[in-house]
């Protein structure tokens, strides 16, 4: 596994799914686990199962489809942690009505600002103490809606993560001068709860057919372990067994 003892890692979304997997595998890679998610003691819970592994994790309480709370969270997360070398915006929802005539503007503002606003506030927050330092990784989770947007995954989902496309390019035609790489990860379908917000969810036998949150954070950390010179920008991860949705 490769070592990431002496780095602080912030990762969005912690409390389940994707995110919940990234964060034990940094902590059991040596990194410091900023942890941001709305359920504080579900957090709790995540940060002790770390501890009485021998890692290191914060709990950062935030909703971050919340602007004010995203900046308060980043100062908290200065003073208490210190610089940061990985960034993985991950933090997802969707919402049971996806069609153009059925989502609202408060569907489409959900979406939008958990998805897509609070990965670039984060990114504006942290990236110019990465170029200053003249090093810096950030994750960025999209999806398969990405490269194939769909009913399925519906209108807003599908756009913020296209727009999550846009940001990680410019994040590196800005950053890489300094130091700093983006990645932007598209899983294909996954066994997560996210799927319980399917107009349809899919039956418990076809989820052990899916990828696996483990999966995801695999890649997550081989995109932050690769030397600086390098950069995987983009990685398109899909279930092999294309028959599972």
């Known amino acids: ?84 070398h990985v960034l993985v915006n991950n933090a997802g929802t969707n919402v049971v009505n996806r069609s153009i005539d059925a989502t609202t503007m408060d569907d489409w503002r959900v979406v939008a ?16 103490q990465m170029k200053e330092r003249g090093a810096g990784t950030i994750i960025n989770i999209g999806s398969r809606a990405a490269n194939y947007p769909s009913l399925l995954s519906g209108v807003a989902y599908s756009s913020a993560k296209l727009g999550m496309h846009a940001l990680n390019r410019v994040t590196n035609e800005e950053g890489n001068p300094h130091g700093v790489r983006a990645c932007i990860i598209n899983p294909g379908v996954t066994a997560t709860p996210l799927l319980d917000r399917r107009p349809v969810p899919p039956p418990q036998e076809a989820r052990k057919l899916m990828m696996q949150s483990e999966d995801i954070a695999d890649t997550v950390l081989y995109a932050a372990s690769l030397p600086l010179r390098a950069n995987a920008e983009r990685i398109d991860l899909y279930p092999t067994n294309t028959e599972v949705g």
Do not use: W
């Open 113 to 128: 600002d958990v998805n897509l606003v609070s990965a670039y506030l984060f990114t504006n927050l942290l990236m110019p």
């Open 1 to 84: 596994m490769t070592d990431f003892s002496g780095q602080n890692v912030i990762v969005t979304g912690a409390s389940s799914g994707f995110g919940e997997a990234i964060a034990l595998k940094f902590a059991a890679a040596g990194a410091h686990v900023a942890m941001i998610a709305r359920r504080e003691e579900v957090l709790r819970a995540l940060a002790q199962r770390i501890e009485n592994d021998g890692g290191r994790a914060l709990v950062f309480p935030c909703d971050v489809g919340d602007e004010a709370q995203i900046r308060a969270t980043v100062r908290k997360i200065d003073a208490e942690l210190g610089p940061i």
